[in-house]
T-cell receptor, first 115, second 115 residues
Framework: DAGVIQSPRHEVTEMGQEVTLRCKPISGHDYLFWYRQTMMRGLELLIYFNNNVPIDDSGMPEDRFSAKMPNASFSTLKIQPSEPRDSAVYFC?????????????FGSGTQLSVL | DQQVKQNSPSLSVQEGRISILNCDYTNSMFDYFLWYKKYPAEGPTFLISISSIKDKNEDGRFTVFLNKSAKHLSLHIVPSQPGDSAVYFCAASAKSGGSNYKLTFGKGTLLTVNP
């Protein structure tokens, strides 16, 4: 199993540009999560999907952020327009279920720098 | 409002000694606790977990202790090895609408094990 695959690994863009982050979850996992890691706030949950349907997007910072999951093997997180304060590491994770003892499997993350 | 707090941003120990990483939580609804380990340029990986019905769980060199009355858990690593140098995230799980569980992470503690 290849694990959770994220692309790109690094993204440098200028303020105002659109940024799209991509994720391929582990096959057979029904849940997909997008997290953001910053020094100030640690790992924050942005949004998660169950069977491709968004369940909880309460962590999405503002309307500039949007996420989609068109099928079971692909998800995107889009920021439009991007701002310097969006600079962070963005992680995608997946799990088989969301019971109380389910483990998350994380991708390697996308390091986003907005100049 | 941080519901899961790791008050020590960093910890340095000598190889062979014990490493103790601490975590406090405020939400009494949390009933399952996990530790994740993260190396640079990689995503977090699951390390060990504990249910609220237990007060100790051991896996090789790693032991997690839970004190529910104090809302405190700790991760002990004995003996510590240089390869244990990483960021350790404490996480807690609670029901969040329906039957789904939400995982809340702390900010992490950087452990450095010196040879």
């Amino acid at each position: 199993d290849a694990g959770v695959i994220q692309s790109p690994r690094h993204e440098v863009t200028e303020m105002g540009q659109e940024v799209t982050l991509r994720c391929k979850p582990i096959s057979g996992h029904d849940y997909l999560f997008w997290y953001r890691q910053t020094m100030m706030r640690g790992l924050e949950l942005l949004i998660y999907f169950n069977n491709n349907v968004p369940i909880d997007d309460s962590g999405m910072p503002e309307d500039r952020f949007s996420a989609k999951m068109p099928n079971a093997s692909f998800s995107t997180l889009k920021i439009q327009p991007s701002e310097p304060r969006d600079s962070a590491v963005y992680f995608c994770a997946s799990s088989r279920g969301q019971g109380w003892n389910e483990k998350l499997f994380f991708g390697s993350g996308t390091q986003l720098s907005v100049l | 409002d941080q519901q899961v707090k790791q008050n020590s941003p960093s910890l340095s120990v000598q190889e062979g000694r014990i490493s103790i990483l601490n975590c406090d939580y405020t939400n009494s609804m949390f009933d399952y606790f996990l530790w994740y380990k993260k190396y640079p340029a990689e995503g977090p990986t699951f390390l060990i977990s504990i249910s609220s019905i237990k007060d100790k769980n051991e896996d090789g060199r790693f032991t997690v202790f839970l004190n529910k009355s104090a809302k405190h858990l700790s991760l002990h690593i004995v003996p510590s090895q240089p390869g244990d140098s990483a960021v350790y995230f404490c996480a807690a799980s609670a029901k969040s609408g329906g039957s789904n569980y939400k995982l809340t992470f702390g900010k992490g503690t950087l452990l450095t094990v010196n040879p």
